[in-house]
């Protein structure tokens, strides 16, 4: 279904790339742990941006904000004025340019909240202002509540 859509805005020249830049946090060693393995204790100096709690092999919240804005910042470089772009990623990635958005230190980005498959929209205007029109939009489209308890 994936692969069908994208032959589809492909024929109607429509520009799809996929960018290393915005893939989702690393979690390294984490990866396939549950929050109750790997500690609240640490996941709390996690959050907080605690360099030290960072998984073997992973990311810190400074590293990947710092990837996912440049990238974010490759995206609107390729825009003419009054284009728009969309950007489909995971929790981590909205929340670094969320936060960016909305002035939060990237200490603080993990609280905040986003729905499981939900809409957030960011204008930018020519002299680099963001606003944030709706965040963590989520239509009623007949979605079920997820497992996890996000949305």
């Given at each position: 279904e994936v692969l069908a859509l994208q032959a589809k805005l492909l024929e109607n020249n429509a520009d799809l790339l996929q960018m290393d830049g915005l893939k989702e946090l690393d979690r390294g060693s984490w990866c396939g742990k549950t929050k109750d393995e790997i500690g609240?204790?640490?996941?709390?100096?996690?959050?907080a941006c605690d360099e030290s709690a960072?998984?073997?092999g992973g990311e810190s919240y400074p590293f990947l904000k710092k990837r996912v804005l440049k990238a974010r910042d490759e995206v609107l470089k390729r825009l003419e004025f009054g284009q728009s772009a969309v950007i489909v990623s995971h929790l981590q990635v909205t929340r670094s340019i969320l936060s960016d958005a909305l002035g939060i230190p990237t200490e603080e980005m993990a609280g905040l909240n986003v729905a499981t498959a939900s809409v957030t929209c960011i204008d930018y205007d020519s002299a680099g202002t963001q606003t944030v029109r709706f965040q963590s939009f989520k239509p009623d489209v007949g979605l079920e509540t997820s497992k996890d308890g996000a949305n």
């Open positions: 609240s204790e640490m996941m709390a100096r996690f959050d960072t998984p073997e």
